[in-house]
């Protein structure tokens, strides 16, 4: 049996809305045509507005005179900086580097403060390691050290002599395949492992130097890798070959000559009749 379901009452009956046009003043509604719109469809010309013309401080509509600041400050700050040098209050600036007017080259010594050091190229690509120092009299100085050669070392085996360093060099050449020769020397020299203690006893190892920087990272996996086992002397090189002092070029010239950093070094003294020439 369908139920049925009571509804309350209604004691107000709503009365009906009559749709009317709305007016231009509902925010819903579009506005009518603007007068713009309506004179141009009248023909009737439309009046236009120019801006100002701009004054001569540049600022549109602007009548008023250059500020003092403007006159005084920003007309300065647009000069070239040689004209601003000579009108420049404080006489003891120094815009530039004092000349080298009394110094010799082939007699005087060169002593300056290292600042940074950092690897660099001379005279078509070679390796060299560039200092950059300043003098006490505040000279700049650039002083490009050359024939500095890399290296590394290998745990020569039992049976390596002395005689075999030529053929272990020219066989390695080989393993490197390079189109030029990337080694330098070899050399049996004695050394002490410092990983772990051994009784400070030192053992025969072999200084491998090569002629260019740039052959030590390949020369380094080669030897590692176990190409390089020369006359099979390396017993049990299967699991590779350890090479030491995987170091840095620029650290390890820092290294071996001790040229600390700009803490621990006063400065860098050099004759210059002996081993240095002034470039250009």
């Not at 120092?133 to 490009?144: A, P």
């Not at 052959?215 to 390089?228: K, V, Y």
């Amino acid at each position: 049996m369908p139920a049925a379901v009571l509804m309350a009452p209604v004691s107000h009956v709503p009365t009906k809305r009559v749709l009317t046009d709305a007016t231009s003043s509902r925010r819903n509604q579009q506005a009518s045509p603007s007068s713009a719109k309506k004179r141009k469809l009248d023909g009737t010309p439309i009046k236009t507005f120019k801006a100002p013309p701009s004054s001569a401080s540049g600022h549109a509509g602007s009548s008023r005179p250059k500020s003092q600041f403007e006159e005084e400050v920003l007309e300065k700050l647009t000069q070239d900086i040689s004209g601003l040098k000579q009108r420049n209050a404080e006489k003891d600036q120094q815009w530039s580097r004092p000349g080298l007017d009394d110094f010799n080259e082939k007699s005087d010594s060169l002593c300056f403060q290292q600042i940074e050091v950092e690897e660099g190229t001379l005279h078509g690509g070679r390796t060299t390691v560039k200092l950059f120092g300043v003098t006490e009299t505040g000279h700049s100085v650039l002083l490009h050290v050359t024939d500095f050669l890399h290296y590394l070392y290998v745990a020569a085996p039992v049976s390596f002599a002395k005689n075999d360093c030529e053929g272990f060099k020219a066989y390695l050449e080989t393993q490197l395949a390079q189109h030029q020769p990337a080694l330098q020397s070899v050399q049996m020299v004695m050394r002490e492992n410092l990983f772990g203690f051994q009784g400070n006893q030192k053992s025969p190892y072999l200084k491998v130097t090569v002629t260019d920087p740039k052959f030590i990272n390949r020369l380094r996996t080669t030897i590692e890798s176990g190409n390089a086992n020369y006359k099979g002397l390396w017993k049990g090189a299967d699991g590779g070959i350890l090479t030491f002092d995987s170091i840095q070029y620029v650290l390890r010239f820092m290294i071996d000559t001790k040229v600390g950093t700009l803490s621990s070094q006063e400065c860098i003294k050099l004759i210059l009749a002996d081993i240095w020439h002034v470039m250009g």
